[in-house]
């Protein structure tokens, strides 16, 4: 191994050891082990921008702001609510009303946005009945990570196979992942409430406090809201079609953002754009500069080789492999600096032999996404709930959370494992 690669894979060990740690926020150390392969001379300054995949930041950024701007009529607040409502004011019910909403719109915005929009309204719900947060909350994290599996904008893990595999569209993704997410979803429900039946009793005073809450107002602007939920179906229309008319997801999602911007008024601009997550973007270009370094010195053609001894180049054990590896490896680091190094190994196998890359795809896509589900630390949304939980006085800590995280991920991942054999290598 030359003397490049060793110092690309010291560079690519200090960041993400630093990473895991959460010493220092994680895009300062993104960037700053991206600036480093450079300033080593381990890339140049063009290879690098060559390996930042601008249509996954594009499609994030377009998201981002569609959503905030969606945000701001109140619509979110108003659909908890009135699913608050329509369960009776029962804890058990509202539970699986707000997972469910949570896993059906993280499949379409993004877990993260999701969480962001959904768990303040829990804890008011939560206030109302007089109980813990605690199950709703676990509930919401595993929920949107399911849902986020199900689509190619639900989970940046999923953008960015999805920029990388041109064949994997957007209906690609529903077609081959929605089937298994619906089951996983399905399964996780009764568990959620054999689970946490102790932790949901309130009184009947309670409930009806909750039957009397007032959905009258809580939608603010109706023309806008009327705009966001035009232009979001015509942007998912597009992530349909947008093969077909030969753009990249990127482009239907900024043309969509700037298109909303335009008919809301300008007055909406310097608020949306202030709302996009700037350090998840930076994040994104650091990482995708650090992998680079691991590229063009060949590291990850060497792994992919040993993989590839590993199992034989048989497909179903590369699958298998690559889904564990996967899960086990995003419960316990977050999902999207390991997909990063995932993705250039995949398409080395494919360059060494391994006909049928897609099994290899998916398994990817499902273990990275599920695997997030297994401890606090696994995925975005996660560490984004426990903080707005800490906020709220009910911190989650690190052993709790695994307590129910951890099983509940092995079912989703013995149940894809199981899917992805039937479907693809039987």
Not at 74 to 103: C, D, N
Not at 114 to 134: A, D, H, K, N
Not at 210 to 239: H, P, Q
Not at 355 to 371: I, T, V, Y
Request: glycine residues 8%; contains cysteine; charged residues 10%.
């Amino acid at each position: 191994m030359s003397h490049q690669a060793l110092l690309a894979i010291a560079i690519f060990l200090f960041a993400y050891g630093f990473i895991i740690s959460e010493k220092i926020h994680r895009t300062i150390l993104a960037m700053i082990g991206g600036l480093l392969m450079v300033a080593c001379g381990i890339v140049d300054q063009e290879t690098a921008i060559h390996h930042i995949d601008f249509n996954t930041l594009g499609l994030l950024i377009g998201m981002m702001i569609i959503v905030s701007i969606t945000a701001d009529t109140g619509l979110f607040r108003y659909v908890a609510i009135k699913a608050a409502k329509r369960a009776q004011g029962s804890p058990v019910r509202i539970m699986i009303s707000l997972a469910v909403i949570t896993a059906i719109a993280s499949a379409f915005l993004d877990n993260v946005t999701t969480v962001l929009l959904i768990v303040p309204v829990t804890f008011s719900i939560t206030r109302q009945l007089g109980v813990s947060p605690f199950p709703f909350l676990i509930s919401q994290i595993v929920a949107s990570n399911v849902g986020g599996t199900a689509t190619l904008i639900g989970d940046p893990p999923n953008i960015m196979i999805g920029s990388a595999v041109k064949e994997l569209t957007f209906m690609a993704f529903i077609t081959n992942l929605a089937p298994i997410v619906v089951i996983v979803m399905a399964s996780y429900i009764p568990l959620f409430v054999f689970m946490f039946r102790k932790q949901l009793q309130t009184s009947e005073e309670r409930k009806r406090s909750i039957m009397e809450l007032n959905v009258n107002g809580l939608i603010t602007d109706s023309r806008l809201l009327v705009k966001c939920l035009s232009v979001l179906a015509v942007t998912i229309i597009g992530f349909f079609l947008h093969q077909a008319f030969h753009f990249e997801s990127a482009t239907v999602a900024l043309a969509g953002a700037f298109i909303l911007l335009l008919i809301s008024g300008e007055h909406q601009m310097e608020h949306a754009i202030s709302k996009v997550e700037w350090t998840t973007i930076f994040f994104f270009i650091g990482l995708f500069v650090l992998v680079s370094g691991l590229v063009e010195t060949g590291v990850i053609a060497d792994l992919a080789a040993r993989a590839i001894d590993l199992t034989g180049g048989d497909p179903v054990a590369a699958s298998m492999l690559i889904m564990w590896m996967s899960a086990i490896a995003s419960a316990f680091v977050d999902n999207i600096p390991f997909v990063a190094t995932m993705i250039p190994m995949i398409q080395e196998m494919g360059s060494m032999g391994v006909a049928n890359l897609e099994p290899l795809w998916w398994s990817l896509a499902l273990g990275a996404c599920l695997g997030g589900n297994g401890t606090l630390i696994g995925a975005s949304a996660n560490l984004i709930t426990a903080g707005l939980a800490a906020k709220e006085g009910h911190p989650i800590r690190f052993l709790q959370y695994l307590k129910y995280g951890l099983p509940l991920m092995l079912v989703s991942v013995a149940l894809s494992s199981i899917y992805v054999y039937l479907r693809y290598l039987a």
